[in-house]
């Protein structure tokens, strides 16, 4: 057996590929979802609602420009909120992306290349509905760019040693970075939905967003070259933007934010989340595109691992800050531990505790880990445990603080939800345009797993 | 400059395997001027047309240091030179403070630069390329692979260099107009 397929069925495990299949198969497969395959009702009906989504969003933020952040349930001691809740949020979500496209690459997981393409996509409308929050925080939202360094009249410059400025430069890079990895990979997948479609529109768009690409042997050895390079720069970016996120809080000297434990905890927690959104992505589509030949049920374990490993992580954050809390001495770190127990918002700590620790320990069985509903159903408990989790470290270390006097209730309003739920919608629907228009997988990476792309010599 | 008609010779291979012993082989008889196609990358195949190196990791670098170098600069110039706050007598010149936005410019220089510098390096966008002519170069992103010699090459003949394209086992051969 040569090392390729080997590497495809390692064990008693699934294979990557289902056996059988050819350069065409997998082409046309994949090229036909988006070239051939009508538009389905349940295309229409799951765009339509996350559509609708996308409307209420727009009519909440349309609603904030008009009224100010006094519309939401911001207050003084608890200034941040929802807005920063979904920022970590989503920004974390965004991290399974890169990790699946840079990291994984680099470690020669090949498994990675038929779940990549739609992570990426993930990461970049993740990021775009991360990126909307703090500017939507800011009060004056239309002076945004105030924010990036660039001459002005007023003579002002941001303040460099403030991480809220590290922020916007590690947001807008990874923004950045993402974006370009993600259409570097999909170069050679234009140019084949170019060649193979039918009609003369398409034909055109592909071929002008394909840019001419014809597969020479020369193009492909630098653009081999630039997406290892890509993958190795996007490596240490993933880790720093949830880090420099981290700083956000860590930098600050509010009780519960002003650790050293934040960046690794934070970084775990970002992939941990992302890992489950690309489950709870990856599970319906396989199904209802048939692609179950390509994201088999090895796709499915082998995250449900970086999952369990992640939250392992995570858990260990807790426990150390639980553990500092007490061992510290320091009376307001004791009592930040305190009131996460026992003050008003226990039960969300009590919840947290549960969807982040507990209920996703049930993975360790092998045969929810090869269960799509069960991964399903484990993955939204994740996400929304990480959600709790944001909550938890913005809202219960901001109301009660050094003074009593100062301490203070955080209740959401309809427009918090609003604008969260509403995002979620823009997610969606962008992912289902995605889904419609683009290859959701890897074609050219598909065809390299296939054991007759290997050179015989 | 001489116009020619014919761009090139263009062989059109079923597999990986055969495609770059062809290649090879075509190499080794002393064609330079030539390239191969694929729909996917074939490490093996860059070598065996006699490319051994490109210019992309050097452009990444240059990326990387300017992006480097302009990030620190400009947060040192602003902190010190141009705005300068004092806060409780902490030093203008901070440097830790510095060293996140000097490294997100750096990662983002040398990441434009890595994929403008590809796209610069292979020609794109070029839209229109006389290979694009032959009808069957159509299924080159799909699962052929294509040979070329270019007609610039000074081995270059229309009936010598047909014959030893035959002789690689070829499935088909035909010429591409410029």
Not at chain 2, 43 to 53: N, S, T, V
């Amino acid at each position: 057996m040569d090392e390729r397929t080997e590497q495809l069925t390692v064990g008693n495990q699934a294979p990557v590929i289902e056996p059988g299949h050819t350069f065409a198969t997998v082409t046309d497969k994949i090229s036909s979802i988006v070239l051939t395959r009508p538009t389905s009702n349940g295309w229409l009906i799951g765009f339509g609602a996350c559509f609708l989504l996308t409307m209420i969003l727009l009519y909440a933020i349309g609603y904030l420009f008009l009224r100010g952040v006094g519309i939401w349930g911001i207050n003084i001691p608890v200034g941040w909120g929802f807005a920063i809740v979904n920022f970590v949020w989503w920004i974390g979500i965004g991290h399974a992306g890169t990790l699946i496209s840079a990291i994984l690459l680099l470690l020669r997981q090949s498994w990675r290349n038929s779940i990549n393409r739609f992570a990426e996509a993930m990461t970049l409308f993740a990021v775009a509905c991360a990126g909307m929050f703090p500017v939507l925080h800011l009060g004056r939202p239309w002076l945004a760019y105030w924010l990036f360094p660039y001459p002005n009249t007023m003579n002002y410059w941001p303040q460099f040693r403030s991480p809220l400025v590290w922020d916007v430069f590690a947001v807008s890079t990874y923004a950045t970075t993402s974006a370009l990895f993600w259409y570097v990979g999909l170069i050679p997948d234009l140019a084949t939905l170019r060649d193979r479609s039918e009609k003369l529109w398409a034909k055109i768009i592909y071929g002008i967003l394909a840019l001419g690409w014809r597969g020479s042997s020369r193009h492909w050895s630098r653009y081999e070259t630039s997406y290892l390079l890509l993958a190795g720069l996007a490596t240490p970016l993933v880790l720093s933007v949830h880090t420099v996120v981290s700083f956000d809080f860590a930098i600050g000297i509010v009780p519960g934010w002003h650790t050293t434990i934040f960046p690794p905890y934070f970084v775990a927690g970002a992939i941990y989340s992302g890992f489950a959104m690309v489950l709870m992505l990856a599970i319906p589509i396989r199904k209802f595109y048939g692609l179950e030949d390509f994201i088999t049920e090895r796709h499915l374990e082998n995250s449900a691992k970086v999952m369990l490993a992640t939250g392992l992580i995570v858990a260990y954050g807790y426990g150390i800050e639980a553990f500092m809390g007490w061992y510290s001495g320091n009376r307001y770190d004791s009592f930040l531990l305190w009131n996460r127990l026992h003050g008003p918002y226990s039960l969300v700590y009590y919840a947290l505790l549960s969807c982040n620790i507990f209920i996703p320990q049930l993975l360790w069985i092998r045969k929810l880990r090869t269960s799509p509903l069960g991964l399903f159903a484990v993955s939204a408990v994740i996400l929304t445990g990480m959600w709790l989790e944001r909550f938890i470290i913005v809202v219960v270390s901001l109301q009660r603080d050094f003074l009593n006097s100062s301490w203070g209730m955080y209740y959401p309003t309809r427009w918090d939800w609003a604008t969260f739920i509403g995002t979620i919608g823009f997610f969606l629907a962008c992912m289902f345009l995605f889904l419609r228009v683009l290859p959701g997988i890897s074609i050219f990476e598909m065809r390299t797993l296939l054991p007759q792309a290997e050179v015989k010599e | 400059m001489k116009r020619t008609p014919i761009y090139g010779l263009m062989a059109e291979f079923d597999t990986p395997t055969d495609l770059v012993h062809a290649a090879r082989r075509t190499y080794e008889a002393g064609y330079r001027k030539i390239d191969a196609y694929s729909p996917f990358p074939i490490e093996e195949l860059a070598e065996a047309i006699g490319f051994h190196r490109n210019g992309v990791p050097l452009v990444v670098l240059i990326g990387g240091l300017v992006g480097c170098a302009s990030g620190y600069l400009l947060q040192w110039w602003i902190s010190t030179v141009s705005y300068p706050i004092n806060v409780g007598g902490r030093p203008y010149h901070s440097w830790p403070a510095f060293i996140v936005v000097t490294f997100e410019m750096t990662i983002l220089c040398a990441v434009l630069a890595a994929v403008f510098g590809m796209l610069a390096l292979n020609g794109l966008p070029m839209p229109y390329h006389p290979v694009f002519n032959v009808p069957r170069f159509a299924f080159a992103t799909k699962d052929r692979f294509f040979l070329i010699v270019f007609s610039t090459d000074s081995k270059y003949s229309s009936v010598g260099t047909r014959t030893f394209l035959e002789g690689l086992r070829a499935r088909s051969i035909s010429e591409v107009p410029s």
